[in-house]
């Protein structure tokens, strides 16, 4: 009866799309009453709608009548169904409901192909009709294949380094009865992994539920959308923790937590199929990022994160300055930063390695004092001696990241190197990490270096200026002003 009454909308949606709201237009039935638009003849077709409008319209005599002198007109009903096809390709271009699957995800793609043809079909059989879908249905693939890979990725890279130390102690833990906690409040899905004793061990982030992801429970979308930051796809984040605590490793910092990739079942993870109630759930396998978590620590409080800010040691400030350079981190806010009081742990990382620059976010930076001297003798060294083909070469043995990353990622490196040598400090470092700059030395290999240390000389030479007329500007009097 149900089915029965959401086909006659669909129909009455046909001859009067402007009146009913897409949103009661279900999806599930777009695809049934699609090859039931394609099967009809136009006879049939206009019994239908006309049935639809008389149990719709039973009310007004008058209406009905208008009803029908509309419906009866051909261009009318040519435009309705023009309008109809239409409706149905948008509804089927939704990527949101794709499964989490590749082989499904491929046939769907077949599926809907087939589909968007047989409708291009009927819809150049319509006389004077000039719409061209193909725009729509390229963009549709596209979008699909992007999810394809990045469903290809993720289940290669857990398989592959998902069999760690870390993965299998969570996994005993879980397997000894030991219920994870969703993080509470937070946009994307994360899970702290405790003992049996309820001692935190671990966060676990499944990729699906990353924020914009397709199981994501406050803002969902699908998978390989560019909507939290342009340069990071939904879906992609969990490379990019693990990502970050291999260079971390690799510099020698020490301050992000172990992060591996691990595969993990239980039944509280989130599925949107399932929606929110704890029971009748299924045991659900997911994917993801797992962090070591890290005792007796809290992040800075928005109140008072300044002073705060301000207490860490200068080794831990430099230590965060360098990381968040290297690993292009888009999101270090004081709720990304864990302390114990002097030292400092670097978590979140998801929003980092970006493959289009952006405005690099660290909003923390500017409170240090010690950053306006340059870098101490031992970070110096230690950054000049970086050889980043080598850490690229690492992190593609280890995780997974588009080539685009590592370019960008030579591109702040040789800007950081370049403004190093020139001893310049942090905060003059960061102004060379801003659209100007970074212009200069996009998608060069053999002349960056050269390059950047021009964009150096140019940012010197600027502020050069901008000091000369901020003090001219001082030594007029106001009144001249
Ligand atoms: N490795 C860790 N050690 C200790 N606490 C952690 C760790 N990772 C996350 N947390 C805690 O969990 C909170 C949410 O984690 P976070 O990774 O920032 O998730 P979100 O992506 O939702 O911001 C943090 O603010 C912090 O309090
Ligand atoms: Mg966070």
Redesign the pocket.
């Known amino acids: 009866m149900i089915s029965f009454l959401k086909r006659l909308y669909f129909f009455c949606y046909l001859n009067r799309p402007w009146r009913l709201k897409n949103e009661l237009f279900d999806r599930q039935y777009a695809y049934p009453n699609l090859k039931l638009l394609i099967k009809l003849k136009s006879n049939e077709w206009l019994t239908a709608t006309k049935q639809a409008q008389l149990i719709k319209h039973q009310g007004s005599i008058k209406h009905l009548a208008n009803r029908f002198i509309n419906l009866l007109s051909f261009n009318r009903l040519k435009f309705r169904t023009q309008m109809a096809i239409y409706f149905s390709m948008a509804l089927l271009c939704h990527d949101g409901e794709n499964p989490l699957d590749p082989i499904d995800l491929l046939e769907r793609i077949k599926m809907k192909q087939r589909t968007f043809k047989k409708l291009n079909a009927k819809i150049n059989s319509i006389q004077g009709c000039e719409q061209n879908f193909d725009g729509l249905i390229d963009s549709y693939t596209r979008r699909s294949l992007v999810q394809y890979r990045i469903l290809k990725e993720v289940i290669y890279w857990t398989d592959f380094k998902g069999k760690n130390l870390l993965a299998k102690k969570a996994q005993e833990v879980i397997a000894s009865g030991s219920f994870p906690k969703k ?1 509470g409040g ?3 899905g ?1 899970y ?1 992994i405790l003992n049996k004793l309820r001692d ?1 061990l671990f ?1 676990f ?1 499944p990729f699906d539920e990353e ?1 914009f992801g397709p199981n994501n429970t406050t803002v969902r979308s699908s998978l390989g959308c560019r909507l939290m930051r342009k340069g990071v796809l939904s879906g992609e984040s969990c490379h990019r923790e693990v990502a970050a605590y291999i260079v971390d490793h690799y510099l020698g910092l020490n301050i992000v ?1 172990k992060t591996v990739y691990a595969k993990l079942s239980h039944i509280i993870f989130h599925d949107n199929a399932e929606g929110n109630r704890l029971v009748n759930r299924r045991l659900k396998l997911k994917r993801g990022s797992l ?5 007796n ?3 800075l409080k928005p109140a008072n994160h300044i002073q705060e800010l301000q207490l860490l040691s200068p080794i831990s400030q430099e230590k965060l300055f360098v990381l968040d350079i290297i690993i292009g981190s888009v999101d270090r806010h004081y ?2 930063i ?1 302390t114990d009081g002097q030292d400092v ?1 670097a ?2 990382n ?1 929003l980092s390695f970006v493959d289009r620059h952006e405005q690099y976010f660290w909003i923390w930076y500017h409170h240090f004092d010690h950053a306006k001297s340059p870098l101490s003798a031992s970070m110096q060294a230690c950054i000049l001696d970086l050889d980043v083909e080598k850490l690229i070469l690492c992190l593609k043995k280890s995780c997974h990241l588009d080539e685009r990353c590592y370019q960008r990622l030579k591109e702040r490196v040789a800007l950081l190197v370049a403004g190093v040598k020139k001893q310049l400090a942090p905060t003059q470092i960061r102004h060379l990490l801003t659209d100007d700059y970074l212009k200069m030395v996009l998608d060069l290999n053999n002349q960056l270096q050269t390059k950047a240390e021009q964009a150096v000389d140019l940012y010197l030479q600027r502020s050069k200026n901008t000091r000369y007329l901020t003090m001219v500007h001082r030594a007029i009097p106001t009144e001249v002003c």
């Open positions: 993080v937070r946009t994307s994360a702290f935190y966060i982030k924020i937590p962090q070591q978590y890290i005792p620590t809290r992040h709720e990304n864990l742990v978590i979140d998801g």
